[in-house]
């Protein structure tokens, strides 16, 4: 039974409903107006029982069955009238493998809707990656009730259920086709063609996309109420930030939450460039959570604190000695001390350069006889750099080593227009927009040529998609237009949590961490070792995979055990280092942290030689209003943070050494901390000094 004809029994027999309900309980339906009456469910649903899939989420061409599990669900009220705008979160299956070695790749315990429920109180349910072969039980609950089980088969081209297609699965597979024969010729084809090379179950994205902006329809893009360019999530995966163009067409840079669960789908102003100045656009979410970076104007990088995470919300502008004509599309690094960006020069052709966040001199990465090159983006582990060159024919994408190297292909068998392209949290995997109007695509990150790229929601389409998964992995965020409306302007789109749940960090080095927790910050001793223990679990029980990325000179990781081991070397006093931690799983999900190694000496507390000009604490302890420090000398930058007992830093406050450093006691919620023993941390130029107030009522 087709999809056509399966909506049409569905009809029918809402009809039927609908009749019943009019003649038995006329006296309590036939005098209410037609409109949703609340009562017990009425839900009727089925499913296409016969699947050939492919763990790549791709169409398998030549079976005459589904690629793809699909739900057909209605639901209608005690007298047959339809539920109309019920949330996906209302309506979800489970799935259960029953025979064979089939696996249901990447999701959660429940697998929400697609979408509320329709005009015709429809709602539908995707699954789309599977490995192995074999049947599972269907279950629907609706508003809570259980509809009860369904059957269905599944074969893949997966043979082996290891999530991926390759030569591993030309030996045992199925019939792929239904013809009833044995396993043959037809059926080895249609393994190849998604095998070579690999498909896995990486490359399929799941959810459902959900408009996040209200941009106007119709307007001329590039005036006001239209997007503008690029977009970032936050570190916690609860805030998108992107460009709009307000008041006078000038582009700002606005904050947007990325799930109507976290809020709705206003415009929070981020950024405020002059009235008929140049434009910000290319925000950068800092993974320190603490700043976001953006272009002004084609020639400026400017940083901005985020309100409620950093005291100091004034622009300040990124000083970059250079020649270039134009500074475009920046993009930061893992561990935010390092901006990418696409440098104009002569002639008009573009070039890769990074510059340190702090500002100073690009180094350029690429350089190509008649090339552009632009949209850099890192790689998790900040060791390469992602981008797209401009040729004859449309551009191709390609990376370079972020420490210098030479310039690789990175989808050359792609022969549709590649661009924009960004990695997976993991760096498994590689999104990107194809073709002229471009759709998402994905690829296998670790083939270097011949990536075949697979499809993902292919009706939202814009040349300027940008994709790019949360910093958990679960969700993706784009901006296209409306698939039922291809001629308005584009909107932010972002998916709902409803894949596979993340895994969290729990502890390090005895520090416990929340779930949203970006930044850890470790005080260390120079030539003292330093050991610690790095925890997290998944909600689901998927195997882990740990990893530490930007390690210094003698730092080491055994992933196994999860141990870190440092022992700060000479000339390491006084210094700051960025370190990062990842915690995966096989389906993608991640979770990461920060953690700043602050070296003090060894021998005498850091400020023992410090002058009263460098350093003094002008408040007295106990404190009951605020906490204040003066630090460094005019010219020089400061900044005084503060922890509680466990380590956990609860304020930062910056500001400009030789001026007043205030805590006025309130944590990073804006709420007075709790009474008892904090620990502070001053930092300007080479000057730390530590100590400790106490809080009082």
Known sequence: MNLRSTIGVLAAASALVLLAHARDAEGQCGNRPLSPIPGPPNVFWSLKDSVSACPAGDSLLNTGHPSRLRILINYSDVCGYSKVGVPPESIWVTLQSTTGNLKINDEGAKIFADDSTDGGGYARVTIPSFSGNGGLTVR????????????AKVRTTDTNADGRTDSNDTSGFSDLNYDGGTPGAADLAIVLQHGNPKHWHRNALFGTLVQRTSMCTNCVPGTTNTLGGELAWSPNGHM????????????????????????????????????????????????????????????????????????????????????????NDSSLSPDGGTIAFAGTYSGGLSSIYTVPVAGGTPTSLTSGPGAYDDF??????????????SLVGGPRLYTVPAAGGPVQALASSDNNSAALPSYAPDGAVVL?????????????????????????????????????????????????VKPWAPTENPQLWAVRRNMNLPPVFGTFGGQTLAESTAVVPVSVIEGLQYTAVVSAADPEGDPLTYAMYFPQTGMSFDAPSRTFTWTPPSGTAGHIYNVKFVV?????????????????????PMHASQSAAEFRVITVNPVRTRFAVVAGSAGASAMLEVFDASGREVAQVRGAGGGVLAWDLNGRTGNRVAPGVFFYSVHSGTIVHNGKVVVVR
């Open 240 to 327: 998108l930030c992107t460009s709009v163009h307000s008041a006078n067409s000038d582009c700002h840079i606005y904050l947007i939450p990325s799930d109507p669960a976290v809020g709705g789908n206003g415009l929070i102003p981020f950024s405020h460039p002059l009235a008929g100045g140049p434009d910000d656009y290319s925000p950068c979410w800092s993974p320190l959570n603490n700043v976001i970076v953006f272009n002004r104007g084609d020639h400026d990088f400017y940083t901005k604190g985020i309100p409620g995470q950093n005291p100091d919300t004034t622009e300040h502008l990124i000083p970059v000695s250079s020649s270039l004509l134009f500074l």
């Open 140 to 151: 629907v609950v609706v508003s809570g009730v259980d509809q009860g089980p369904k059957s």
């Open 584 to 604: 995966g799983t096989p389906s993608g999900g991640a979770d990461a942290f920060i953690a700043p190694f602050t070296v003090q000496h060894g021998t005498q």
């Open 376 to 389: 850099p983006q890192w790689s998790p582990d900040g060791s390469t750099i992602a981008f797209y060159r």
């Open 432 to 480: 990107y927009g194809r073709g002229t109007n471009r759709t998402t695509a994905t690829l296998d990150a670790s083939i270097a040529n011949g990536a075949l790229p697979v499809d993902n929601y292919p009706g939202y389409v814009q040349s300027l998609l940008v994709p790019k998964l949360s910093p958990d992995g679960t969700r993706l965020a784009l901006r296209a």
